[in-house]
């Protein structure tokens, strides 16, 4: 099977598909079909796209496409397959890959099974509903799958301006672990600190102006150094003060906060005593403060609790 640009089809046209079938489009390579369920959606990513065919059924992939992207949600991917699976097609000469980060390639075995090479292509990217589309310049993208299908992976990556990294089933969980992390949670993040701010007054829309530019800092300041060299505040300076003047805050007007700030902060203690700017035993006095307060947790009533 050639990997010079193979005719494409992108079932599923949600924020992921409109964004891949748009970089592939800008690539070169040819789409021959845009199939969701939406028929609006197919039309429109369609039309973007170029793709003579836009349906909301599976019966009318094209028989030139050699490359079929499954752009749906992770729990839509076992039907999915077993759709594809009874569609009269040459599987044997087709790639199929879905773009989940969390599931293996051989969750599309039903159409594996009809002699599809399988492919996981998950860009590390976050697609958000509204706003403009990301770039995937730049972007790593997680392949796993049979041996020729992540082949061809590589070079849709690479074509696309992004960084191939190549996973096996056994890592692929903690690859994607790695990302919720860095995405998810800092979403998760920025909503505790706005519940923070929210509590002495400040509506979410002005917590979010407060601390977007400082979240902006911290992410330049990533561009230039790891983690370790980047972190500040008082966990990696060691001051005692401060985080205890935070739990006391806690336990007084955000109990329920309580055991995620421990967390996050046993963390940054763990990340400065790595990088050798905390002192061992400072950060045995500061983890020690944490547990303390923790341990009190249990006396707070169940009424204070959300």
Known sequence: MSVQQPVVAIVGAGAVGRVLGRSLRAAGYPIAAVISRNPASSRELAAQVEAPVASAALEDLPGEARLVFCCVPDDALPGLAEKLALVPHDWPRTVVAHTSGALPARVLEPVGRRGALLLSFHPVQSFPRQGPPPSLAGVAIGLEGDSEAVALGREVARALGARPIELSPETKPRYHLAAVLASNGLGALMAMAGEVLASIGLSRPEAHAMLLP??????????????????????????LGPITQHLETLQQHLPHLLPVYAALTTEMIRVGVRSGRLAPERATALLDRLQEALDTQSDIPPERLP
């Open 214 to 239: 400082l979240v902006q800092g911290t992410l330049h300041n990533l561009e230039q150094l790891l983690p370790e060299e980047a972190l500040t505040g008082p966990a990696v300076r060691g001051d």
